[in-house]
């Protein structure tokens, strides 16, 4: 990864380091190139490494960094297949524990089981060889965690989402919102059908403005994370596409939200959301007709901030600490 990024990947990733910093542990983050000071941090991602406990280094694609981290208990945390297969490789000769983060559905790339998406068999057995070799395995999805554990390898079942405090949702009436260009037809396709609604698009490109023309859809340009989010607190109603870390995002504006019928969804929200049949403009259209009721908006709120507690920053990192203490 190069910092800074407008990668989803990269709001978990300094969200994770910056918790655990916060929690006692000497974080050492390697990126491909790039760096980013605490203060760039705060005002990009909304939250605060402690100093002395985090810092950043280049690796520039040199698999000899490896060598070069400090201290007897330290853990080679990843989500990178290639670091992880590098890491694995010359385990002998630094041997030091090397834990895997995967976002995988039962071991498959990450739509497959839900919807039929398939990827191809060569990259399915290379994260499989990482499941088998790497000391542990922090797994976003319930399902893979399980078969994980039934074949021996230490798991711990932890969604990659961070929730936070103190940026509930204002917006009133029909107010909705999407952050992201994944799956844009099925969104404009239920927007055609409800000319009462007006969308906002956040981080859609020239491109998708040009294909896709409505007179209630407004286009607005990429904001860095944390201005999304004091932006996103305008609007009542948001939609995602699929299980990614918007519905983090979602869950911390405390409206209401709109999501496919998937089971890796329902495991993360819960009764928190008005749910559509996957990839269907017309199920999202029925669903996006429950902003007009006033009182299932109140009831759905009620959920949303039941289901954000189980997210929020920094106090998830407890959990992933005490897995990674467990192999040091």
């Keep these: 990864m190069e910092v800074p990024s407008r990668k989803a ?11 655990l910093s916060q929690l006692g542990v000497q974080v050492v983050l390697v990126v491909a190139k790039g760096r980013l000071s605490p203060q760039e941090i705060e005002e990009t991602y909304g939250v605060s490494p402690r100093g002395a406990n985090f810092s950043m280094v280049e690796a520039k694609r040199d698999w000899r960094l490896l060598f070069s981290l400090r201290g007897e208990r330290t ?3 990843t989500r990178s297949q290639r670091w992880a297969r590098l890491a694995i490789n010359t385990k002998p000769l630094h041997r030091r524990p090397i834990v895997f983060e ?3 559905k039962a071991g498959v790339f990450k739509n497959d089981p839900e919807t039929g998406i398939s990827e191809p068999l060569e990259r399915r057995k290379r994260i499989e060889w990482i499941f088998n070799r790497a000391d542990g395995v922090v797994c976003a999805v319930e399902e893979t965690h399980r078969r994980l554990l039934s074949l021996g390898v230490p798991s711990l079942h932890l969604w990659y989402g961070w929730t936070h405090r103190g940026f509930e949702a204002r917006g009133e009436g029909l107010s909705l919102a999407y952050a992201g260009t994944k799956d844009l037809g099925v969104v404009m396709g239920a927007m055609g059908l409800l000319p009462g609604l007006r969308l906002t698009v956040f981080g859609g490109g020239e491109e998708d403005k040009n294909r ?33 870390i918007k519905l983090a995002d979602y869950l911390t504006l405390r409206g209401v939200i709109f999501a496919p019928d998937l089971p890796s969804v329902r495991e993360i929200l819960g009764k928190g959301a008005v749910y559509y049949s996957f990839g269907s403009s017309e ?21 949303t901030v039941a289901k954000m507690d189980e997210y929020l920053w920094p106090e998830k990192g407890r959990r992933l600490k005490g897995f990674l203490l467990g192999f040091v």
């Design 9 to 19: 990947h990269s709001i978990q990733i300094f969200k994770t380091c910056a918790a």
């Design 75 to 77: 853990v080679f945390y």
């Design 102 to 104: 995967t976002h995988r």
């Design 212 to 244: 896709f023309r409505a007179h209630n859809v407004e286009f607005a340009d990429f904001l860095p994370h944390r201005k999304l989010l004091e932006k996103l607190r305008d609007y009542s109603g948001f939609i995602a596409t699929n299980e990614g």
């Design 283 to 303: 199920s999202l259209a029925v669903a996006l007709k429950a902003l007009f009721s006033q009182r299932y908006r109140v009831v759905l709120c009620g959920h």
